[in-house]
């Protein structure tokens, strides 16, 4: 079983920064591709950035392309996801997720059924 516990979303100004907090515990983090998605009000859960276990790589959604970076801290078991010039359309809950489905090979997924685990969400809203 993984638990992944989000933390460091806020009410922020646009063009102001957050960074977000994904710590998990159960099973072998290091061994996971982790990613983050968010949801806005009526809309679907879409992917915004995801970060290989095996060699770093990085993935992002077009639209937080060169504002936001992912990053990932295996001896804290954290995953980060710091946003840059916000804009009020990245308001959302926040979701961390974890897939441990991991095995030579495997691709890092943009698509949210891929991942198995997932936080409880964490709020980010952008004021214009």
């Known amino acids: 079983q993984v638990q992944l516990v989000e933390s460091g979303g806020g009410l922020v100004q646009a063009g102001g920064s957050l960074r977000l907090s994904c710590a998990a515990s159960g099973r072998t983090f290091s061994r996971y591709h982790m990613g983050w998605f968010r949801q806005a009000p009526g809309k679907e859960r879409e992917f915004v950035s995801a970060i290989s276990w095996s060699d770093g790589r990085t993935y992002y959604a077009d639209s937080v392309q060169g504002r936001f970076a992912i990053s990932r801290d295996n001896a804290k078991n954290t995953v980060y996801l710091q946003m840059n010039s916000l804009k009020p359309e990245d308001t959302a809950v926040y979701y961390c997720?974890?897939?441990?489905?991991?095995?030579?090979?495997?691709?890092?997924?943009?698509?949210?059924?891929?991942?198995?685990?997932w936080g409880q969400g964490t709020q980010v809203t952008v004021s214009s």
């Open positions: 997720a974890a897939d441990t489905g991991v095995g030579p090979g495997r691709m890092v997924s943009r698509t949210k059924y891929d991942y198995d685990y």
